[in-house]
């Protein structure tokens, strides 16, 4: 137990990284962390009907989330995935292109203004970027819109308050203890569901007057559930809206920022990147040629996995590797712990984009990797994110260089996403101005 009440990512001790299975015990319960792939395979793959979500972990995220498919479980879960699904099929990506450009140039503008001076915290320019991506590929809006602003504004207080792998998710109290969120959680959540609200019904009206953009938040309002023939209404769209906006910009911005760290502290790579997106161009089919940008985003998702744990619970008795399992056991998923784990990857702490060309990095990927999750409850987003993520890092170094500053090395803990304890702080310069510092 002494484990999950400090700060769990630099709690863990070293033999969780060599470890197949971890029990620990609670007074209430038991919680397994599982890093064995067959393990793995059961829960996420094979059968994830009898794995279903952990309430514990989600606590902290329903006064802002509602219902919303990160929470849910079972038919309802399965009905908000079939209307979502849609949306986010490979040839809606290639639509959603040109918002990504038009953030990514918005973020060069602001980070021009930046070059050439004091540090910057990095952070707060790739959440400011993926929250922009997601309101203008979700709604059509940038980021200088004056309500997604105010939501963006809004959801950082949230954050500050509202960890997603709040400590008692896994050492909570008996089921029927009240859950208390303090005044402020709950007032920052109302305010953003009523912002988003606002946006939901106005497009709402757009789609009935036949005038709205063709963007995600239409496709996603405008798809019929196959089986039923229904659609989402207002509330449900606005807890699926309010999910987004924080599983899309959240999780990109974190790992944007770790890679742009990785690049500044290992400038070889840094170099090899930007010499790939001198030849980038605004047309979708341009992303697929960005394969060291790809390499090196897939390596930031690997040594900082912006979900680091994830909490499933067991629904009848199991067998874990010999072992018994009662039903209501918490079952934990780490991609940190997975994907640095010594017994399965070759050099596991450094920082090589190059090993998704070898045999280990290939296993690996297919045993040992899991930023997105896996199996029918895989992020929506994966492929959305993968062509955000190096499409941003090529335009970002394509105009500049990122370097350390010394003394400033950034501690990873668990937020809503990995992020660091006080920040990532890089001194940027335009390429080629460097010397006239
Ligand atoms: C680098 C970026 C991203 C990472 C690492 C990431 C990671 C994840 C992970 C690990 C989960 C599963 C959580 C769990 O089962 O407990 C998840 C779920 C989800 N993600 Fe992402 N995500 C990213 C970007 C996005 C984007 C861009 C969107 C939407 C635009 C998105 C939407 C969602 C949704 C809706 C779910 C819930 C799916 C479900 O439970 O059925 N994510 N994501």
Redesign the pocket.
Known sequence: MRLFRQDILSAQPAKLYRAWMAEFRTPFFRSYMVNDPALLKRVLNERPDDFP?SDR?GAGLRPLLGN?????NGAV?KR??RI?DPA?EGGRLRDTFPAMWAAGEAANARLAGKAGGAPVEIEEETSHA?AD??FR??FSIPIDHDIAARVFREFRAYQREQPILNLRAFIAGPRWMPRFYSRETRRTAKVIRGLIGELTEARLREIEAGTAPDD?ATKIMTTTDPQTGDRFDLAEMID?VA??FL???E??A??LAWALYLLATHPEWQDRLAEEAQGLTPEFSAVSRLRVARDVFREA?RLY???PM???ETTCPEEFRGRAVKTGSQVV?S?WHLHRHERMWDDPDGFDPARWGTENGKTCMRDAY????AG???????G???V??PLLLAMILREFRVTPVEGRVPVPVAHL?VRAADGIWLRLDRRGAESGR
Do not use: D, N, Y
């Open positions: 979500k972990v919303s498919v990160f929470l849910t879960w908000q995935r979502i986010f993926a991506v997601i590929t979700l995600l699926q999910i987004f599983a899309g910009h999780t990109s974190s790992a998702l996995p912006p979900v994830m909490v499933r998923l991609p899991m930023p997105f999750s029918p409850r895989v992020c929506t987003g994966a959305f994110a993968m955000e993520g996403t």
